[in-house]
């Protein structure tokens, strides 16, 4: 270990230290895409949120069970402050609404979320995952709101890869994932005692330059 960064360290450490303390972002306006809007949570939410964390189906390949109303009213809560990026490990819990006017109250509910996280901000490493109520599976929601959230991850805050850890048993999510243009970069047997169980860790990633070269070939319909 020691002859391996005698070797590295020279030629690796400046362009680290050149990394170091740039991810700085604040998030204030909702991103509105053609059929959806990803904002900030709220207390209001609440039912919104139980009504599919809760369920079965949904946790299935999740690191927690289904929870409660009582165990996701303080999450909620603290989902809408965290706002700033700039550390490692502070992230965003992003509402997924639809744009349409409501079939009944007085607003569109909440059918899902986006999570992106600062891995690392002095390697620009970030991490995405997702959930979505299943009556709203099969309509490309969750396809459009990753996609605004990698955008937001590359074009505005600056990272330069992001990450996708899964379940290898989850094939929606794998699905999505390769239809960002998120490659499979490694699939770790057995490196976590989930559920009273072994668990598989897929991971999927994607890098800047490749997310730009996929919203090309993507406008060009070659994807």
């Known amino acids: ?4 960064l005698a070797l590295c360290t020279p030629v690796c450490f400046p362009e680290r230290m050149n990394l170091l303390n740039t991810v700085t ?7 509105v895409t053609e059929r959806l809007t990803l904002r900030l949570m709220t207390p209001d939410d609440l039912d919104d949120v139980a009504a599919y964390r809760g369920r079965d189906d949904v946790c299935q390949y999740l690191l927690h069970g289904p929870r409660s109303r009582e165990d996701i009213a303080p999450r909620t809560a603290e989902w809408s402050v965290a706002t700033r990026m700039s550390q490692d490990d502070e992230y965003l819990l992003l509402a997924i609404q639809l744009n349409e006017p409501p079939a009944e ?6 059918i899902g979320h986006m999570y992106l996280k600062v891995a690392s901000c002095a ?5 995405i995952s997702w959930a979505l109520h299943p009556n709203f599976f099969g309509n490309g929601y969750a ?3 990753s996609h605004a959230v990698l955008d937001l991850a590359f074009e ?3 990272l330069h890869r992001v990450r996708a850890e899964l379940d290898p048993r989850n094939m929606p999510s794998i699905a999505l994932c390769l239809r960002l243009g998120m490659g499979h970069e490694a699939t770790f047997r057995q490196d976590l005692w ?6 598989d860790t897929g991971v999927y990633a994607i890098l800047v330059e490749e997310w730009a070269a996929w919203k090309t070939a993507a406008r060009s319909g070659t994807v």
């Not at 390697?123 to 991490?127: K, P, T």
């Open 156 to 158: 505005t805050i600056g």
């Open 25 to 31: 972002y604040e998030f204030a306006d909702p991103i």
């Open 105 to 110: 109250g007085p607003r569109q509910p909440v």
């Open 123 to 127: 390697n620009l490493q970030g991490e």
């Open 1 to 4: 270990m020691q002859r391996w």
């Open 194 to 199: 989930l559920k009273e169980e072994w668990a």
């Open 143 to 145: 396809t459009e709101a």
